[in-house]
């Protein structure tokens, strides 16, 4: 059983990083397409980072601060 899992411990640890990764060229795509952000630019942070920028944005558009949400955006855009 030990061996078994010593096969597929690499293969489940392959599967997991595409996992993550996919989810944050997710963030980045949501990011490019709706607020039209540099992908040069976003490539610097990191993928917390971008969960953070993310959650920023959608608590400002939530208070409906229009000002506070173009300032946050536009350092990264083109």
């Not at 489940?12 to 996992?19: D, N, Q, V």
């Not at 944050?24 to 993928?47: F, H, P, Q």
Request: with cysteine; net charge positive; proline share 3%.
């Amino acid at each position: 059983m030990s061996i078994l899992l010593l096969f597929l411990a690499p293969g489940l640890f392959a599967l997991a990083w595409l996992i993550r990764l996919q989810i944050c060229l997710s963030r980045v795509r949501y990011l490019l397409d709706t607020y039209g952000m540099d992908r040069k630019k976003l490539r610097k942070l990191s993928c917390k980072e971008l969960k953070k920028l993310r959650i920023s944005i959608d608590e400002l558009q939530h208070a409906n601060d229009a000002f506070a949400l173009e300032n946050l955006v536009r350092p990264f855009r083109t």
